[in-house]
Nanobody, 118 residues
Framework: QVQPVESGGDLVQAGGSLRLSCAASGSIFSINVMGWYRQAPHKQRELVATMTSSGRTNYGDSVKGRFTISRDNGKNTVYLEMHSLKCEDTAVYYC????????????WGQGTQVTVSS
């Protein structure tokens, strides 16, 4: 069983930066995707960024050019560097791990709160 655990959420001023981390315990199959999603109050959960085990990245349109995803496969850890934060980035950020062993399985973390103040 894979269990992602997020850390790094905080209160930050607009224009500031923050780094989130997600460490996934357990063994992950070699074909996998690790990434971040977020959910603001009264809104649907949306894609922030994902990165495959081969290094391919995908970003949500609203964060392109400001956020960068990276990962350390040896530590089963994924990071999210966030810069030029805006008030609309305020949300609970969830880590997601998806692994493929013939079928796809997904695991979610509990989330970490990011609040951007004006």
């Amino acid at each position: 069983q894979v269990q992602p655990v997020e850390s790094g959420g905080d209160l930050v001023q607009a224009g500031g930066s923050l780094r989130l981390s997600c460490a996934a315990s357990g063994s992950i199959f070699s074909i996998n995707v690790m990434g971040w999603y977020r959910q603001a109050p009264h809104k649907q959960r949306e894609l922030v960024a994902t990165m495959t085990s081969s290094g391919r990245t995908n970003y949500g349109d609203s964060v392109k050019g400001r956020f960068t995803i990276s990962r350390d496969n040896g530590k089963n850890t994924v990071y999210l560097e966030m810069h030029s934060l805006k008030c609309e980035d305020t949300a609970v950020y969830y880590c997601n791990v998806a692994e493929f062993d013939g079928t796809w399985r997904q695991y979610w973390g509990q989330g970490t709160q990011v609040t951007v103040s004006s």
